[in-house]
């Protein structure tokens, strides 16, 4: 054979090998539990404004202003009232309650608070609102009014609840509850002592039912939470007679009473260090496994009295949110889809405080207005997202060179994105997408079409030019969009071998 055609032949076979390989999208969502070199391929360990869901990972949605008027300042209440047909969205700021089921201005009912984070609870045909600082007031879908229970100052009572047709009542920076007679919204109230019961002290903060079945009735158990993180559970319906204690039991220190949420049969609470299932630590005694989200509950822990935390369940939209402030004075969303598990963060939503009105969710902003979570675009602005899929050495420890990719989205009409590689831990860098065109990433030779797309959904799948090289690769995604946008997976073109 010639020697230079064998040479040649030499040559093309130590070449590396391109291959195809495909990475649903991170449909296993934000992951701050798991070091880096250990996350699974479908988690991200950055997750912004993205809803992870079956199959794909969306944008979020976005808001609009849905009523105004409300105090002018920081909306620290929203509150449903349902009775039969009507049905009213109630808000507290600046010192008043208003209602604004309507939309537009809200309507004043009663004026003269000193405080503005009202807990509420529906019973008998009438919203109880109390707050631990002006006296106890009753809504009955017409007139707000001062409550009718004795037996304590109203002005001292907080975060009600209704167990077997009572309502439970916590008394302020004490250890002792107080409740009611069977079906009474008035009259006398009767106190039960907690601190004979715990053993580490504290104050009760807050309280809720708990059951095995997933319904409720008699097997239902009372919860009552103390700051220091002991959760003393009874069965029976009537605390002067047939209280029976189950146990006490140890969680984390809990953030606050807005912080403690019935989903279903159990009750999730947020505490300190992470996001608790009761249902999880009454059947083994203890708190269980970390959760995905326990990192970041940890590095915000150290706002846990700052107002704004709270968890809220959307059962329309499968998610529990959980309102977290931030240093700055703004508030991020640890978001969880109640059907997969998987979480994510929202940014961008000025949300001081959430209500499900109409199986729609709202929230309250700090300038007196009630906004509703709908839409493709945050009261007329982009949504901006930004992921980083978990570093995949794609079940080959060699290195690789990728030559190129495409991420798969569906999306009706133009958007803007950028994408990126990062190699073995070093994190792709990104420019921030453009509003007004699309753009590829830095690096990209064959940008999108600028011509509109047809108005239906469309699968864009062009393959992007790349480059870079290592064990382990990680793909960062940011897109700028005022439309809906899902993320179905990403391509890729590997060469791998041991020439590389």
């Excluded at 990475?23 to 360990?45: E, I, K, L």
């Excluded at 009202?118 to 631990?132: A, I």
């Excluded at 002006?134 to 975060?159: E, M, P």
Aim: net charge negative; proline share 4%.
């Amino acid at each position: 054979m010639n020697p230079l055609r064998r040479q040649a032949l030499r040559q093309r076979r130590q070449q590396p090998k391109s291959v195809a390989v495909s990475v649903q999208a991170p449909v296993g969502g934000w992951n701050t539990r798991d070091s880096v070199d250990s996350m699974p391929p479908q988690d991200a360990f950055n997750l912004d404004n993205f809803w992870p869901t079956v199959g794909k990972v969306s944008l979020r949605k976005g808001y609009t202003v849905f009523a105004t008027g409300v105090g002018g300042s920081d909306v620290k209440t929203l509150a449903e009232y349902h009775s039969g047909t009507t049905q009213h969205l109630i808000a507290a700021g600046g010192g008043a309650i208003y209602e604004c089921s309507g939309g537009g201005a809200a309507t004043s009912k009663a004026t003269g608070f000193s405080e503005n984070e009202w807990d509420w609870v529906q019973f008998n045909n009438t919203l109880l609102m109390f707050n631990g600082t002006d006296a106890g007031q009753n809504y009955d879908g017409s007139t707000v009014s001062a409550n009718g229970y004795t037996g304590i100052a109203t002005t001292s009572l907080k975060h009600p609840d209704v167990h077997r047709s009572r309502v439970y009542l916590i008394e302020k920076d004490s250890q002792s509850f107080w409740y009611s007679g069977v079906n009474s919204i008035a009259g006398a109230l009767t106190e039960f002592d907690l601190s004979r019961v715990g053993k580490f002290g504290g104050n009760l903060v807050a309280q809720g039912s708990w059951t095995h079945d997933g319904g409720s009735g008699a097997d239902d158990f009372k919860v009552f939470i103390m700051s220091s993180g002991e959760v003393v559970v009874y069965s029976g319906g009537d605390p002067g007679s047939d209280f029976t204690l189950v146990g006490v039991y140890r969680i984390g220190v809990p953030i606050n009473h807005r912080s403690v949420l019935k989903v279903g049969g159990d009750m999730l609470i947020t505490t300190t260090s992470d996001y608790v299932s009761l249902s999880e630590v009454l059947r083994t005694g203890q708190i269980g496994n970390a959760s995905k989200l326990s990192g970041a509950v940890i590095e915000n822990s150290s706002r846990a009295s700052n107002f704004g935390w709270q968890l809220i369940l959307h059962q329309k939209n499968e998610m529990i949110l959980s309102n977290v402030p931030q240093a700055d004075g703004s508030f991020d969303q640890h978001g969880i889809n109640t059907l997969t598990g998987a979480a994510t963060r929202f940014k961008d939503l000025p949300a001081r405080t959430w209500a499900v009105f109409n199986n729609d969710l709202y929230f309250g902003d700090g300038s007196g207005q009630v906004c509703k979570y709908t839409g493709n675009d945050d009261n007329g602005s982009a949504i901006q997202a930004d992921a980083e899929q978990a570093w995949n050495d794609f079940g080959n420890p060699q290195t690789k060179r990728c030559t190129a990719l495409r991420p798969v989205f569906e999306t009706a009409g133009t958007i803007s994105y950028e994408i990126a590689n990062g190699y073995d831990y070093e994190r792709a860098l990104t420019p921030s997408p453009s509003t007004t065109t699309s753009t590829g990433s830095p690096w990209d030779t064959s940008p999108w079409d600028t011509s509109p797309w047809s108005a239906e959904n469309v699968v864009d799948t062009h393959w992007r030019l790349s480059r870079g090289a290592g064990q382990n690769i990680s793909t960062r995604v940011r897109i700028n969009s005022k439309k809906a946008v899902s993320w179905l997976r990403t391509d890729y073109r590997l060469e791998q071998g041991r020439n590389l």
